[in-house]
């Protein structure tokens, strides 16, 4: 069940809404919740499509989520999927579900009770964005499946994945990371410094895509060691110590190859 967008205040004694906090039942503050629900493989699909409509989605969603896990190499998660019908409908469920969350246009996270909950809106024709779905169900497979990893592994492999599984190159990404020149070395060094929960920027998400496109494919690294980068590191090491521990070189070592690697790759 999803979480009700009412609680009781003992002081009160009146139902508020959970979101504006009126007294007694407010108007238009409650997410709509999705009507339509249905059960594939690894996924628990709730969204306002027809129930043939839905099962497709959800058949496709769980086998993206089983193939990142192939590829990844860890068991599938089950997560619970929310479309919820509009952008308004889903900020209001995050309000309520994920505070954190609640201006992201997807999100993924964990509830009380250990579930995994990816949560999406509905573009026109009531699906959605087939890259934000998979964007999220990547976090779901990371979630489920690692220790929290670090932001720049966690964003750039979810970003990886958005187009399909296995991964492959983004010309338009590409194309940008190419005009950040030489301010390539310094925003990498940033970002693999920021610690989980920081906050990223858009500029940190292109680089996270570009730095884990670039360690899938370069000869030193490749998917053997990147996946080692997921492995559970020690809570008190510094997030700049932990990529120097999994890669072997600091990260101004690898910008420099990193900013080349961009420069020559084909698109
Ligand atoms: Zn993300």
């Known amino acids: 069940m999803p979480p009700a967008c009412y609680s009781v205040l003992a002081l009160a004694g009146w139902p508020r809404c959970a979101v504006c906090a009126a007294l007694a039942v407010c108007l238009g503050c409650a997410p709509t919740f999705p009507a339509t629900r249905v059960r594939v493989t690894n996924v628990e699909l709730h969204c306002d499509l027809p129930p043939a409509e839905a099962n497709d989605l959800a058949a496709d969603a ?94 750039g492999l979810a970003q990886l994945f958005e187009n399909g599984c296995p991964p492959g190159v983004d010309d338009n990404r590409l ?41 899938l494919n370069d000869r030193a690294f490749g998917r053997k060691k990147l996946l080692r980068c997921l492995e559970p590191g020690l809570l008190s090491e510094k997030a700049a110590h932990r990529f120097r521990r999994n890669l072997g070189e600091t990260p101004q070592a690898l910008a420099q190859r990193f900013r080349q690697f961009v420069r020559t790759a084909s698109p």
Do not use: I
């Open 62 to 155: 769980g086998a993206f989520l089983g193939g990142v896990s192939q590829y990844l190499q860890v068991a599938p998660p089950s997560p619970r999927v929310y479309v919820f019908r509009n952008g308004r409908s889903l900020r209001l469920y995050l309000r309520r579900a994920c505070p954190v969350f609640s201006e992201r246009t997807g999100a993924c996270f964990k509830t009380d009770d250990g579930g995994l909950v990816v949560a999406v809106s509905a573009g026109p024709g009531g699906r959605p964005d087939p890259h934000d779905l998979r964007h999220e169900l990547t976090h779901a497979v990371l979630a489920a499946r690692f220790a929290p990893p670090m932001p720049w592994l966690d964003e």
């Open 175 to 215: 194309a940008r990371l190419r005009r950040m020149g030489t301010g390539l070395d310094g925003r990498l060094v940033e970002l693999v410094s920021k610690e989980r929960h920081a906050q990223l920027d858009g500029t940190d998400y292109l680089v996270a895509w570009g730095v884990t496109w670039f360690l």
